[in-house]
């Protein structure tokens, strides 16, 4: 059974950081693509970075510099490092995962119908 469970979610003021965990079980991290989402009330689910079986990355621009994403082969974690926050980085952050051999694009943000497994997510709150 798949199970993807975030962590590390809080609330923060503008300006500082958050390190979110995703703790992955019945599959393992070196062999497809993850992502991390996020979706604020009242707006769609949005891409935030993916990294490849092998370590590429991608972001979206309103997060590049920002933000990191990583991952711990031994414990089988996706994190997604965030500093300097912003009010509008408010939202419920969920991390997935796409099938085995899949096709992982990196050529932009996620895209949210590449991706298979989900977690239940993990709500951030910026405060100015």
């Known amino acids: 059974q798949v199970q993807l469970v975030e962590s590390g979610g809080g609330s923060v003021q503008a300006g500082g950081s958050l390190r979110l965990s995703c703790v992955v079980s019945g599959l393992t991290l070196s062999s497809r693509c993850m992502a991390w989402f996020r979706q604020a009330p009242g707006k769609e689910r949005e891409g935030v970075t993916a990294i490849s079986s092998g370590g590429s990355t991608t972001y979206a621009d309103s997060v590049k510099g920002r933000f990191t994403i990583s991952k711990d082969y031994a414990k089988n974690t996706l994190y997604l490092q965030m500093n300097s926050l912003k009010t509008p980085d408010t939202a419920m952050y969920y991390c997935?995962?796409?099938?085995?051999?899949?096709?992982?694009?990196?050529?932009?943000?996620?895209?949210?119908?590449?991706?298979?497994?989900w977690g239940q997510g993990t709500q951030v709150t910026v405060s100015s």
């Open positions: 997935a995962a796409a099938n085995f051999g899949a096709y992982c694009n990196l050529r932009g943000p996620p895209n949210e119908y590449d991706y298979n497994y």
